[in-house]
């Protein structure tokens, strides 16, 4: 399996970036999608998760109503639109593909429930 995210960059704060996520190697339809972050000192952290179909989306609190994750099944493909960039937002984000475990299933906000990891991107907002 290999996950190639794409898309980082230098912007400044209030700016917008677009990061995206390249799969091969796995069967895209059967894999729920995340992206995570980890920045300077801190640990991973849940950023933004969408379903097999992309119906179903889900967000950590610090960034609902500026991130926007959205997944091309016929591209094997994931992107995060991020605008109103905050320094806070600083990290190198990773994306991670989950297989799902049942029709029903929603996907993971737990890192641990990831079945495979890309290299991660960095993502730098200066004030």
């Known amino acids: 399996v290999q996950l190639q995210a794409s898309g980082g960059g230098l912007v400044q704060s209030g700016g917008s970036l677009r990061l995206s996520c390249a799969a091969s190697?796995?069967?895209?339809?059967?894999?729920?999608m995340g992206w995570f972050r980890q920045g300077p000192g801190k640990g991973r952290e849940f950023v933004a998760a969408?379903?097999?179909?992309?119906?179903?989306?889900h967000y950590a609190t610090s960034v609902k109503g500026r991130f926007t994750i959205s997944r091309d099944n016929a591209k094997n493909t994931i992107y995060l639109q991020m605008n109103s960039l905050k320094p806070e937002d600083t990290a190198v984000y990773y994306c991670?593909?989950?297989?799902?475990?049942?029709?029903?299933?929603?996907?993971?906000?737990?890192?641990?429930?990831?079945?495979?990891w890309g290299q991660g991107t960095q993502v730098t907002v200066s004030s």
């Open positions: 969408v379903s097999v179909g992309g119906r179903s989306t």
């Open positions: 991670a593909a989950q297989k799902r475990r049942s029709v029903i299933s929603e996907p993971a906000l737990d890192a641990d429930e990831y079945d495979s």
């Open positions: 190697g796995l069967w895209f339809e059967s894999n729920h």
